[in-house]
């Protein structure tokens, strides 16, 4: 199969403008084949014109159908075979088995919100029956229910080329829901785009939708980005990335006559508070999972954790010991991209560069720049740094970690306090140093959407429980996730149904409740008919 | 009781500044004692300084404690007796009767969020039980609950001096959910806004609370507003009012460093559709109901039917020769204060002097501008002459409403579909006309918040399934409601905890479920224990 390097709009491969860009081996530090086409503004109105026009029908597919669709995006993703991998493997540098392992979680979560459409009832239906006798006024039939809210758009990660890009979470949510879907796929990975592109188009052809239920804009430039989010039709769109593009965006869609919804998911510094007894009891083993949390994948995940908190003496001289020497065994990491290997370098040497940081540990090979590598770093500084530092609060997206020692408890909840919002936020404690961290939980709870006990922020599970999205600025909006089940929530607005006859219900909506949900009936909650 | 016209900050009144401001008799057209001392930045300073120092506390009662707090306010504004209903009537000219109308829905809504604490299920816990032996990785212990933002601001509407006031909806259902509330005081009623908040801080001292839980701000400036939504401890913004208004404080609330939610309801001109089997089958009733919904309370509620549609023709013309005598005998009525008076009379001009607009009918009756009122008034437009008038589009608050003749079907769907974001949409229709009419509910799902088939839109239940929110311009967030049990989930956000031992887990997420909560356990819907 051979890239053929343009949008893919309404179903169809479209050669928009004559401006290209290219895709890079970060493994080999070469470009690589073919030119890809920058699409533009026009292009982005075609998209959206034709996604407002498949809504009306895609809406009218019930759950069942929309379940199938998402069910056979992923088996059209696996048909890909080893193509989708290998150019994935090309474009970003990540490994094999890595890839395999993503895509895996890929098709998993397609078919996760096939089960949460099967079993139905997120949509959250609630029943008020009429009260026709009722005085002074008698109270109508009222009928609630989620329902979708029109094109979305979704600009993928450069760090899941799979996961959270072209049919990633958001994309797969937002079908879910019954949004067409317009993706702005992510330059570093133009090839693995098209190819999944590929395999959701097959699969709306097959399941007979409307082309316009997903379409792929390639693109290196912010103005096709700025486009969409600005497009009158587009009604809310979902981005992972930088905290600078996330903000440009939601900046854009609060500036638009009719403001709409951004979730960006923008990154965060995953704080770890190592408590005394902890530090005391396994600082060693701690230290070995810091080590592994903070240089897998090169570093480059949202919850890389990158500050480290705990209370200097003994014991921290200690863990800097153990894992002096495991930071410096680590190899340099390839990168997923020369642009993401400069800025974490320039991070890095920004941070060296403040006054009270110091290095304490660093891989001992050197990094290849050519070869797109990043050396691991841990950096020290005393909370009173930290604290006078804003720098120091600014996400470094590499195989880097800061270790702040503070003097006491109080210095700790001072930090914690002192912090900005958080994906996660992590306590390593005995359970004795838990029964003393209550107000430092509450503080975090304040802080982070997942807090976690005695594990590291790497690792975010695609389940019904899982929050991945905290207070600004590591996401735009705290009330959702992008991971999990409940990302589907992002996509629907409730809307009532006063005084519909039967006919006119949705079968969800129904008295008999043929689909078996769990509603809400004159606020009770159960699975009964009315 | 007499009012002593300041501020109430941490549970005491402040003098704040020497600026003051005075209520107004709009039905005698003068000016009420006393002084209302003008709240300011500083004192929005104070006022979100204990608020965020309560929100400690506050979060840590448990369901049952916000219950009894939220029961107990009620008791407090019931026990305020005939006082606070007179000095409502003197403030905003409603009658006695639809004002004990409204401190019954106050209460009532009051007590029932006290009800949805107590059922529990709301916060919508998912429960993702570890699977320490799955491979390639084990699952992770991980609880989901919805918790409180923080410090919530919330700003009365001159058109419900109880229950969208001070202890109306925004602050039952933000107390509800563990926030803090900040109420910046209409400034048309400040003295019932004094009685009520009276109330809530003698209900927050009988309860135990910090009485930084709820303060009053008293202004009638635009400044203290956008101080208090600008204010970093400020997590989140409940206003009901005009699109001016509305518009403004989210711009504040985007450009702010960490931007924050702004839920505001700004009215709507919800649209009403006539179908022809209707028309021809009982115009005459439906004339009547329109007249009603039109001109009750001077016209002078959020969901007041501005415009209406139906196809000319004979039925059309004998609706007309119906409703004009049935609006011409309407008294003109006392409108809420002169400002929204003049408002009103310079809207219906405006829309007069519009080219293709005519009036079907008017109060015979002339309006007393010193008593503050206004005329009702029914408008006549073509379809062409309302696509082409952006004008037409802007509400009118008051009792006017404009009349819409369309051609045909094809020519009704046209303007249904040029129409902008509402909070409710209605069709009447026989049963034949409804068949036909999917294309244009559709049409209006994606506008409207609430449908109506066959009723009016006035009057809005405050139960579960109820829908209070419809695309912007009818609010800034049609996720979600600021009328029924839902509209407490504008002031939560997910937080998920992973691998906590039970003692650090609040009681929602224990294993045994000691509240008997409707919980998600491995995505299954139950009342079970783990």
């Not at 034709?50 to 379940?67: D, I, L, W």
């Amino acid at each position: 199969m051979s890239l053929h390097g343009k949008s893919l709009i309404e179903g169809t491969p479209l050669p928009t403008s004559t401006k290209t860009f290219t895709a890079f081996d970060p493994r080999k530090g070469v470009s690589l084949e073919p030119n890809f086409h920058e699409a533009n503004a026009a292009d982005a109105d075609v998209a959206l014109n034709s996604a407002q026009a498949a809504f009306a029908a895609f809406r009218q597919k019930n759950s069942g159908e929309r379940a199938i669709f998402l069910e056979t995006i992923a088996a059209e993703i696996m048909a890909l075979g080893d193509e989708l991998l290998e150019r994935a493997h090309q474009e970003t540098g990540l490994l094999l088995d890595r890839l395999t392992g993503e895509r895996g979680r890929t098709v998993g979560q397609l078919r996760l919100f096939a089960e949460v459409l099967r079993e139905g009832s997120w949509c959250d239906v609630r029943i008020d029956t009429a009260l026709p006798e009722r005085t002074p006024l008698p109270r109508p039939d009222l009928r609630r229910i989620l329902v979708p809210v029109g094109p979305v758009i979704v600009f993928g990660a450069s760090n899941f080329p799979l996961a959270f890009s072209v049919a990633g979470g958001d994309t797969a949510s937002a079908l879910a829901a019954g949004c067409p879907v317009i993706v702005k796929g992510h330059p570093a990975h133009p090839g693995t785009s098209e190819l999944v592109a590929g395999a959701v188009i097959k699969a709306a052809q097959s399941c007979g939708l409307p082309p316009g239920v997903f379409s792929l804009l390639q693109g290196s430039s912010h103005e096709i980005g700025t486009a969409l989010v600005r497009h009158p039709k587009t009604r809310a769109v979902g981005f992972t990335g930088s905290h600078r593009g996330g903000r440009a965006l939601l900046d854009a869609a609060a500036a638009r006559p009719e403001p709409i919804p951004v979730f960006a998911e923008m990154g965060s510094l995953n704080p770890i508070f190592i408590l005394p007894g902890a530090l005391q009891e396994r600082g060693a083993q701690i230290a070995e999972g810091l080590k592994n949390s903070i240089t897998m994948g090169a570093g480059q995940f949202c919850t890389k954790p990158g500050l480290t908190f705990a209370i200097g003496g003994t014991d921290l001289e200690a863990f800097k010991s153990t894992i002096e020497p495991a930071i410096r065994s680590v190899a340099p990491g390839t990168m997923l991209h020369p642009g993401i290997r400069d800025a974490y370098v320039s991070s890095v040497n920004a941070a060296l560069n403040t006054k009270g940081v110091n290095v304490l540990a660093r891989s001992h090979a050197e990094a290849d720049a050519g070869l797109t590598q990043g050396q691991a770093v841990l950096l020290d500084v005393s909370s009173d740094t930290f604290l006078a530092q804003p720098c120091l609060r600014e996400e470094i997206f590499g195989p880097a970690g800061i270790l702040v020692e503070a003097r006491d408890m109080a210095d700790l909840l001072q930090v914690a306090e002192s912090l900005n919002g958080q994906l996660t936020a992590s306590i390593h404690g005995t359970e004795a140093d838990l029964d003393g961290a209550q107000e430092l939980l509450y503080v975090l709870e304040r802080k982070a959407g997942r807090l976690i006990i005695n594990g590291f922020p790497t690792g975010v599970e695609v389940s019904p429980a899982m929050q991945h999205g905290g207070p600004y600025p590591a996401t735009t909006d705290s009330r959702f996730t992008s991971v999990g089940t409940a990302a589907i929530l992002r996509w629907v607005r409730p809307v009532c149904y006063q005084n519909f006859p039967a006919a006119a219900l949705p079968p969800e909506l129904r008295n008999e409740n043929p689909l078996g949900l769990m509603r809400q009936i004159n606020g009770k909650l159960g699975r009964e008919s009315v």
